[in-house]
């Protein structure tokens, strides 16, 4: 099976800190690969830079087969940002609008995505409010429907269920794997470690680098626990090792 995404000893400095410290991994084509750890493991550092948002201080990084930074991969990946990106005095159909029109789309593809993301958002009856005017929750939801707009063959989710009630969420988690069963192929980082069952593999990341990797089943048997919270912890004391 061919890797979507290829990491290689990939390390971000900023000044004198290492974010990314020799981080090595593969997503393969048509998965779901979460990557979770504490706040400032580095996780949004290594999507900008999959998205070619920021440049690696060393290392290498491929993106669809595309060393990153490189403007040809922009049309086919979908990035969902930890800090939301929207023109928040434009309405949700506004925004879904422009970026259509970012990506080319016509006027009757965007219509067509946008029916059908509204409803998997369930924010049929917001269409004409200002994002600035929506809760947090349906801020998310909407940011979530932006990235998905184009079709892209590849994901970057950072943290999109954040802030999102439980069922919505249920239904975020069963959409993910209906397009994982499509041949998408889908990086995701949460804080919840319950969902995080739903994805194909996991990478625990810890300061920078990456302590332990494997489908969620795997982690727990090599960790004897029955929680990803507890085996995350038992890899996280170890620095590594189960
Ligand atoms: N532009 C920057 N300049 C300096 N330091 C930065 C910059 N961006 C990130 N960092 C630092 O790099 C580290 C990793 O940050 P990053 O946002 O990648 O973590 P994260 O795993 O996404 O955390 P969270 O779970 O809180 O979202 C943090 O210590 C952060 O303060
Ligand atoms: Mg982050």
Redesign the pocket.
């Known amino acids: 099976m061919k890797d979507d995404v290829c990491i290689r000893d990939l390390e971000?400095d900023?000044?004198g800190?290492k974010?990314?410290n020799k981080l090595s991994l593969r997503v393969k084509h048509g998965e779901i690969y979460g990557?979770l750890?504490?706040?400032?493991?580095?996780?949004?550092?290594?999507?900008?830079i999959l998205c070619g948002l920021?440049r690696p201080s060393s290392g290498e990084a491929y993106v669809l087969d595309t060393k990153v930074p490189d403007p040809r991969t922009a049309s086919r990946i979908g990035y969902m940002p930890?800090e939301l990106a929207m023109y928040r005095g434009l309405t949700v159909h506004e925004n879904l609008a422009f970026y259509g029109e970012v990506f080319g789309l016509s006027k009757q593809q965007i219509d067509t995505r946008e029916q059908a993301l509204l409803k998997l958002i369930d924010l049929q009856d917001s269409r004409d409010t200002l994002v600035d005017q929506l809760s947090g929750g349906m801020q998310h939801r909407t940011s979530l429907a932006c990235a998905l707009l184009h079709e892209p063959q590849l994901l970057f989710l950072?943290?999109p269920t954040v802030g999102v009630d439980p069922d919505l969420r249920a239904s975020f988690w069963q959409y993910f794997e209906e397009l994982r069963d499509s041949g998408i192929t889908i990086l995701i980082?949460t804080?919840y470690m319950d969902e995080a069952r739903h994805c194909d593999r996991i990478g625990f990341?810890r300061e920078?680098r990456l302590i332990a990797e494997g489908s969620p089943q795997e982690l727990l048997e090599l960790t004897h626990t029955d929680s990803l919270e507890d085996a995350f912890l038992s890899y996280s004391r170890t620095g590594g090792s189960a």
């Open positions: 971000k900023f000044g800190f974010a990314v990557l750890g504490p706040n400032g493991a580095g996780k949004t550092t290594v999507i900008k920021l930890q950072d943290e980082t804080h990341m920078g």
